[in-house]
C-alpha cells in the first residue's frame, strides 16, 4: 500500500508540475503588476557605497563577546533558558 501510495504521488507530481509552475509564474507577475512596478524597476543591482564603511575587528569582537553569554541568547533568540 505504501508503494502504490508512493508512486501516485510521484506519478501525481509529475503530471502537475507544469501547471503548478505555469501558476506559480503567472501569480508573480500578477503580484508585480499590482504592486504597479513596471519593467524599468527591475534593474541591475547597483551599489549605493562609493567606499563601504569598515567594520573594525574590536568592534566585531565586541559584539561576538556580548552575544555570546546569556545576553546574546536573551536578545537573539529571544527565550530565556532555565
Known amino acids: 500500500m505504501l508503494l502504490v501510495g508512493s508512486q501516485a504521488?510521484?506519478?501525481?507530481?509529475?503530471?502537475?508540475?507544469?501547471?503548478?509552475?505555469?501558476?506559480?509564474?503567472?501569480?508573480w507577475d500578477y503580484t508585480v503588476a499590482s504592486r504597479g512596478k513596471g519593467p524599468d524597476f527591475w534593474q541591475p543591482y547597483v551599489e549605493e557605497w562609493e567606499y563601504?564603511?569598515?567594520i573594525s575587528e574590536s568592534l566585531l569582537d565586541t559584539f561576538r563577546t556580548a552575544l555570546s553569554g546569556w545576553v546574546g541568547i536573551v536578545l537573539v533568540k529571544g527565550t530565556y533558558l532555565d
Open 9 to 27: 504521488t510521484h506519478i501525481i507530481r509529475f503530471f502537475l508540475s507544469r501547471d503548478l509552475h505555469v501558476a506559480c509564474d503567472r501569480a
Open 52 to 54: 563601504p564603511p569598515v
